[in-house]
């Protein structure tokens, strides 16, 4: 989500045949579905870096149209992952880890050793490069001084959207998540498979729902885990993502508290809360640590604010273009946890807040920098887990302003800066400079999302969703399970991503939806750690 969290690979030579596809995607905007052909995709050998080695993962380039309004103009290639199912097959499973951005070549080959084995054995595992990122036609968006990228972190957005059209013309406005669909359904046709099941987490929950929506008639199972709200695409979704990352950083300092004889950061969760908040500062964190409710008293300001939020502060919102430019260039930056000086302990308290597995490592992590303020080595580590390639966050930028329904609200920019200024809760803040607009700018949407339905599903879909999720919360589960007429699973606890966490309750009820559609509990407790 707002937390998505090279590409000099070698791009496979071209495997597919692929006339058919061509002539019956063109046919899909009036059918509404590519028909299956008989397949005539190769699989070989994935790009270098790609995948894990010994998966026995194999891989393919699809050719699909750049824009499916278009379907005899230009064209982008996709790579295609598959690892085939070990024993007697029941279909082929598709998946997409979230994003969006996130890298889908590898999710199956990662998670071999997480998931239960009847789900290898049972169903071919196929993955989809999401167009625009490295491996599927990756978005190129140059200076045009020698070469360099520009970065989605700072710079003008109106000169990022204007680099991306000068290096690959219209590509950039196809970067959405119905074109994205309408890949995965050209991949299905080109696979020849009348229908498929989908896994999907985080992102690619939206991203199942909307295929759904558009070929219902080529879903047989979909299990979606960890919701976007359909409701608030996408604005909202991030400004509630940073309500549901307070409350389970709430959870987390409580869990070390509890654990206090083993990490020593305090008995209570005010007093671990206490330590964070003395670390996060003396790594530069500035109003980073700032947690609580405004202070009382004038005299209890921060010294310092970063630029340009301490000229607002002063002098207010003066609605000139210079002073929205500045602000626009520092929101992505302060919405990330960054700032000018890296803050490590931010970062892996971000990973930390959305993957209970972690707690043991970050809270070891922190008692290290408690004791050695220098030794961070740990909390980098923990931050970099979730690193992606660069071509993520362009891919992030473009779908979220591309296809963003929810209508800004600048005035929100001001109640921002006030609650920055006044020492105020950080997440309240970027709750509401996410609400105003300003990550986009002048980025306007290109499209409308999808309306979501479950109408002509033949299977009612499972949706699977923690009660505390600190990325897309909770209200998204039974959100989206309404739109799509699923069946809602609410798990206990916070985990982003519940399925494969050996889980036994979670993991048996995705299990028997796939093989018989049933889905027999509506709750299961959150999976054990350690």
């Given at each position: 989500?707002?937390?998505?969290?090279?590409?000099?690979?070698?791009?496979?030579?071209?495997?597919?045949?692929?006339?058919?596809?061509?002539?019956?995607?063109?046919?899909?905007?009036?059918t509404?579905s590519?028909?299956?052909?008989?397949?005539?995709?190769?699989?070989?050998?994935?790009?270098?870096?790609?995948?894990?080695?010994?998966?026995?993962?194999?891989?393919?380039?699809?050719?699909?149209?750049?824009?499916?309004?278009?379907?005899d103009?230009?064209?982008?290639?996709?790579?295609?992952?598959r690892?085939?199912?070990?024993?007697?097959?029941?279909?082929?499973?598709?998946a997409?880890?979230?994003?969006?951005?996130?890298?889908?070549?590898?999710?199956?080959?990662?998670?071999?050793?997480?998931?239960?084995?009847e789900?290898?054995?049972?169903?071919?595992r196929?993955?989809?490069?999401?167009?625009?990122?490295?491996?599927?036609?990756?978005?190129?968006c140059?200076?045009?001084?020698?070469?360099d990228?520009v970065?989605?972190?700072g710079g003008?957005?109106?000169?990022?959207k204007?680099?991306?059209?000068a290096?690959?013309?219209?590509?950039l406005?196809?970067?959405?998540?119905?074109?994205?669909?309408r890949d995965?359904?050209?991949?299905?046709?080109?696979?020849?498979?009348?229908?498929?099941?989908?896994?999907?987490?985080?992102y690619?929950?939206?991203?199942?729902?909307?295929?759904?929506?558009?070929?219902?008639?080529?879903?047989?199972?979909?299990?979606l885990?960890s919701?976007?709200?359909?409701g608030?695409v996408?604005?909202e979704?991030?400004?509630?993502q940073?309500?549901?990352?307070?409350?389970?950083l709430?959870?987390?300092?409580?869990?070390?508290?509890?654990?206090?004889?083993?990490?020593?950061?305090?008995?209570?969760?005010?007093?671990?809360?206490?330590?964070?908040?003395?670390?996060?500062?003396?790594?530069?964190?500035?109003?980073?640590?700032?947690?609580?409710?405004?202070?009382?008293?004038?005299?209890d300001?921060?010294?310092?604010?970063?630029?340009?939020l301490?000229e607002?502060?002063?002098?207010?919102?003066?609605?000139?273009?210079?002073?929205?430019?500045?602000?626009?260039n520092?929101?992505?930056?302060?919405?990330?946890?960054?700032?000018?000086?890296?803050?490590?302990l931010?970062?892996?308290?971000?990973?930390?807040?959305?993957?209970?597995?972690?707690?043991?490592?970050f809270?070891?992590?922190?008692?290290?920098a408690?004791?050695?303020?220098?030794?961070?080595?740990?909390?980098?580590?923990?931050?970099?887990?979730t690193?992606?390639d660069?071509?993520?966050?362009?891919?992030?930028?473009?779908?979220?302003?591309?296809?963003?329904?929810?209508?800004?609200?600048?005035?929100l920019l001001?109640?921002?800066?006030?609650?920055?200024?006044?020492?105020?809760?950080?997440?309240?803040?970027?709750?509401?400079?996410?609400r105003?607009?300003?990550?986009?700018?002048?980025?306007?949407?290109?499209?409308?999302?999808?309306?979501?339905?479950?109408?002509?599903?033949?299977?009612?879909?499972?949706?699977?969703?923690?009660?505390?999720?600190?990325?897309?919360?909770?209200?998204?589960?039974?959100?989206?399970?309404?739109?799509?007429?699923?069946?809602?699973?609410?798990?206990?606890?916070?985990?982003h991503?519940?399925?494969?966490?050996?889980?036994?309750?979670?993991?048996?009820?995705?299990?028997?939806?796939?093989?018989?559609?049933?889905?027999?509990?509506?709750?299961?407790?959150?999976?054990?750690?350690?």
């Open positions: 989500m707002m937390r998505t969290f090279g590409r000099g690979s070698p791009r496979l030579s071209r495997t597919i045949g692929a006339l058919a596809v061509t002539g019956a995607l063109g046919a899909s905007l009036i509404g590519a028909a299956a052909a008989p397949s005539e995709v190769a699989f070989g050998a994935c790009p270098d870096g790609a995948v894990s080695a010994d998966r026995d993962v194999r891989c393919a380039v699809v050719s699909v149209p750049m824009d499916y309004t278009r379907p103009g230009p064209r982008i290639d996709l790579t295609v992952s690892i085939a199912a070990t024993g007697e097959r029941r279909g082929a499973i598709f997409n880890p979230g994003g969006p951005g996130a890298d889908a070549l590898d999710y199956w080959a990662r998670r071999t050793d997480a998931l239960p084995a789900l290898g054995a049972e169903f071919d196929i993955a989809v490069q999401p167009r625009g990122l490295r491996w599927a036609t990756p978005l190129s140059a200076t045009g001084a020698e070469g990228e970065s989605l972190g003008d957005r109106d000169a990022i204007k680099a991306c059209d290096a690959q013309p219209g590509y406005d196809t970067i959405t998540t119905e074109n994205t669909a995965m359904d050209a991949v299905r046709a080109a696979l020849g498979l009348e229908r498929i099941d989908f896994l999907g987490t985080s690619g929950t939206y991203l199942g729902a909307v295929y759904a929506s558009l070929f219902p008639e080529r879903v047989d199972r979909m299990v885990d919701n976007v709200h359909p608030w996408w604005n979704e991030f400004a509630q940073q309500v549901a990352g307070k409350r389970r709430d959870d987390l300092f409580a869990w070390i508290a509890d654990h206090n004889a083993e990490y020593h950061l305090g008995d209570t969760a005010l007093q671990v809360y206490r330590n964070w908040v003395r670390l996060v500062s003396d790594q530069g964190g500035g109003w980073y640590a700032n947690l609580t409710p405004p202070p009382a008293k004038v005299s300001l921060p010294g310092q604010l970063p630029e340009p301490a607002i502060a002063r002098d207010g919102v003066n609605g000139t273009v210079e002073q929205a430019g500045k602000v626009q520092l929101v992505r930056t302060l919405l990330s946890g960054g700032g000018s000086a890296r803050v490590p931010v970062g892996a308290t971000a990973v930390a807040t959305y993957t209970r597995s972690y707690w043991p490592t809270a070891k992590a922190m008692a290290e408690n004791t050695d303020p220098a030794n961070v080595a740990r909390l980098l580590a923990i931050e970099g887990a690193a992606g660069p071509t993520g966050r362009f891919v992030f930028s473009a779908i979220t302003c591309n296809e963003n329904a929810v209508q800004p609200r600048p005035e001001a109640s921002a800066v006030a609650t920055i200024a006044s020492g105020g809760n950080a997440m309240d803040a970027r709750a509401d400079l996410v105003s607009g300003m990550s986009c700018g002048s980025w306007r949407p290109v499209t409308e999302p999808v309306p979501i339905s479950g109408a002509g599903l033949r299977t009612r879909p499972l949706l699977l969703q923690s009660r505390y999720d600190a990325l897309t919360k909770y209200e998204g589960g039974p959100a989206l399970a309404q739109a799509v007429n699923g069946s809602l699973i609410t798990v206990d606890g916070g985990d991503g519940t399925f494969g966490r050996a889980n036994p309750a979670v993991d048996n009820a995705v299990l028997t939806y796939l093989r018989t559609g049933e889905v027999t509990i509506d709750r299961a407790d959150q999976a054990p750690l350690g």
